[in-house]
């Protein structure tokens, strides 16, 4: 059991460079061999013992170069400029994987990634509509991406799928849909029509609470 005091609640975004349907998911290699990506949260109540976090988005850019599991991963945090220090403080306290249970997303994380690079502090515009399969993140000056649902290649109808992990460590379910992603900071990449998550969660010391 983690000593400390956090919760996290609200959206969830996962883009990245796999084709659509995460093959982290399913324990299968990434799509191209490596995995480029972000994971992102508007944060509806949070906190981190005594300092709220309510309000403020994060991004997290992701390298990796095999599957997640075999490590060597490189991150750069992008943290809403809007944070004052104790909060940008907390959010890093949290990412650090310090104060979660083992088995649980940030301390998994802690123990593949082998490089972080210095955090970016921006702007942000974060829209989500899960059921619509609708959402865009702009950290301006170091990533962009836009997300839609999945066309059908003959109709051009929107396709509608959901993953659901009852005993997953980064959400409980997920919309999956289609990404745009630009990013111009320490992890450059650029993607069209690749995949995305879109979920609603509550990251807790002990794991997913929702």
Known sequence: MAASDWRLEGEWMKNCTC???CPCDFNARPTQGYCKGLVAMRIAKGHFEGTRLDGLCFAITVDFPG???????????IIDERATAEQRQALFDIFSGKHSA???LFQIVSM??????????????????KEGRVAKLVARGVLETDVEPIKNPVTGDPHRIQVVMPEGFEHRSAEVA????RSTGAIPFETQGTHSSLANVVQTPDGVAA
């Not at 599957?67 to 945090?77: A, R, V």
């Not at 690079?117 to 515009?125: G, I, L, Q, S, T």
């Not at 289609?178 to 992603?181: D, G, L, P």
Request: no cysteine; proline share 10%; net charge negative.
């Open 112 to 129: 593949i990634v082998t490089k972080i690079h210095d955090p970016v502090f921006a702007p942000f515009e974060f829209s989500f509509d």
């Open 67 to 77: 599957p997640l599991h075999e490590g060597n991963g490189t991150i750069q945090p």
């Open 178 to 181: 289609s990404a745009n992603i």
């Open 102 to 104: 083992e088995g649980t």
């Open 19 to 21: 084709a659509f349907g």
